[in-house]
Nanobody, 117 residues
Framework: QVQLVESGGGLVHAGGSLRLSCAASGSVFSGNDMGWYRQLPGKRRELVALITTAGTTNYVDFVKGRFTISRDNAKNTVYLHLQMNSLKPEDTAVYYC?????????WGPGTQVTVSS
């Protein structure tokens, strides 16, 4: 079964850290770039970090130097992680993982990250 399941969110004080994880089940993911997206209340989902199949990473400016994306390719599952350091209240959002090159796969439930000031 092809699915995306995110975990690891929670409530943290500003300056704290969280590590998000995603289990992307299905052999289709191993050959695709993977990304972490976030959705702020009332806003559209936006890509914040991307990792290619070769391990090259890219970040949007507002998370550079604070977030680190990584992936582990296992048999039939890709495990995607997002290490989030120096968190800010404006990082509060629901975070999702996704393979941007496979738009037909439904979004996972996401994981809520709340950063208090």
């Amino acid at each position: 079964q092809v699915q995306l399941v995110e975990s690891g969110g929670g409530l943290v004080h500003a300056g704290g850290s969280l590590r998000l994880s995603c289990a992307a089940s299905g052999s289709v993911f191993s050959g695709n770039d993977m990304g972490w997206y976030r959705q702020l209340p009332g806003k559209r989902r936006e890509l914040v970090a991307l990792i290619t199949t070769a391990g090259t990473t890219n970040y949007v400016d507002f998370v550079k130097g604070r977030f680190t994306i990584s992936r582990d390719n296992a048999k039939n599952t890709v495990y995607l992680h997002l290490q989030m350091n120096s968190l800010k209240p404006e990082d509060t959002a629901v975070y999702y993982c996704r393979a941007p090159g496979i738009p037909d796969i439904p979004w996972g439930p996401g994981t809520q990250v709340t950063v208090s000031s």
